[in-house]
């Protein structure tokens, strides 16, 4: 390392921090130019962009990793191209090559060296890649210039306690509709989230537990995570649905549960009034990596998993393996690690 920074690795939430650079890339043209990094941490964008009016802006998160070594890796950050490319799909944004994609992340951790958090402090550099619809533009349409950047800062554990479990109460609100853009990581998802998420937090709960929004009857998401639960016969099962946003550490989960851990998965209906089936349930996503889920509120009744403050050993060995891939500790599945260097 060649600069050092004085940051108290050991007690980092989820909270800015400015780091040296970021990158940014614009799209003119029908053509993205290079994109280089820059000091300046602010954008200067057209009032009339469609990122501020329409909501025509979407984002990604990711994370890198030190491990023990001394070096440096991204998890899966192919899955966070494609995903982004998903979500600019489905709101008429370009498309950034994988390449590209994949390339401004190591640019960006490369050039922020001194901000990964040291092995062994379980703190890492959370990266957020996101895609603006910017330019003079006033109708309700795609525009005509876009903007890509990627920052980064060093984050600590989205959920307090990092691997303590923490109770969700169930919203009645939704986060998105059924035919939405659920399955996009729009901003809308998120803005359309900050009013529950309020009200949970007021009556003491880390977060909301969205069902389908079609039924209401369905866990779909836990806050900005995906829903998991262990069955009492030891399946792992996690929700399927149109409108959740397909994690990519869940994804991840689902292979460690039965190549690692050898027990059954499925991805199926997760019903509420059907709590009793799970014996362990947590949380899962690049911020909240897995948080166990004590208990879930629902219509005055709180359903306990495992225990209110113990994690399930199930869950616990879920983490002991996703966390030893993406520090380097565990052999990972070909493909999941590219090394920054
Ligand atoms: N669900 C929502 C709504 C999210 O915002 C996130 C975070 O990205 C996730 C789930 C987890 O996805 P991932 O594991 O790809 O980070
Ligand atoms: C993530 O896990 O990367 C997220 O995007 C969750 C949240 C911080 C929005």
Not at 59 to 70: H, I, M, N, P, V
Not at 76 to 86: E, G, Q, V
Not at 314 to 334: R, S
Request: aromatic share 12%; glycine share 10%.
């Amino acid at each position: 390392m060649s600069k050092t920074v004085n940051i108290d690795w050991n007690n980092l939430g989820f909270s800015y921090i400015k780091t040296d650079l970021r990158y940014v890339s614009r799209w003119k043209d029908g053509q993205w130019d290079e994109g280089k990094l820059v000091e300046d941490n602010k954008l200067s964008i057209s009032e009339a962009s469609t990122a501020l009016h329409y909501g025509q802006q979407c984002f990604e998160g990711l994370k890198a990793y030190r491990t023990k070594q001394g070096k440096i890796q991204l998890f899966r950050p192919d899955r966070n191209a494609k995903r982004l490319n998903d979500s600019c799909k489905r709101i008429l944004m370009p498309e950034i090559p994988e390449e590209k994609f994949i390339d401004a992340c190591i640019q960006v951790v490369k050039a922020n060296e001194h901000y990964v958090p040291p092995y062994g402090t379980g703190a890492t550099l959370y990266l957020r890649p996101f895609v603006i619809g910017v330019g003079d533009n006033v109708g309700v349409k795609p525009a005509s210039e876009y903007i890509f950047c990627i920052f980064c800062l060093p984050v600590g554990p989205y959920f307090k306690g990092g691997m303590t479990p923490v109770n969700f109460i169930v919203s009645e609100y939704d986060r998105a509709a059924p035919y939405g853009t659920g399955a996009a990581k729009v901003g809308g998802n998120y803005a359309g989230s900050l009013y529950p998420h309020e009200l949970a937090a007021e009556k003491g709960f880390a977060d909301c537990i969205y069902l389908d929004p079609m039924t209401h009857t369905k866990i779909e998401e836990v806050g900005a995570a995906n829903f998991f639960g262990i069955t009492k016969d030891n399946q792992f099962i996690t929700p399927k649905s149109p409108s959740i946003l397909p994690s990519i550490t869940k994804y991840s989960l689902l292979h460690i549960a039965k190549e690692y851990l050898k027990i059954e998965v499925a991805e199926r209906d997760v019903h509420i009034n059907n709590l009793d089936e799970f014996k362990e349930a947590g949380a899962c996503g690049t911020a909240a990596v897995i948080t166990p889920i004590g208990g879930i509120q629902y219509k005055g009744d709180l359903h306990v998993f495992h225990s209110e403050t113990e994690v399930g050993p199930f869950t616990k060995k879920l983490y002991d393996t996703l966390y030893g891939i993406q520090f380097g500790d565990v052999e990972a599945p070909e493909g999941w690690i590219v090394e920054v260097k």
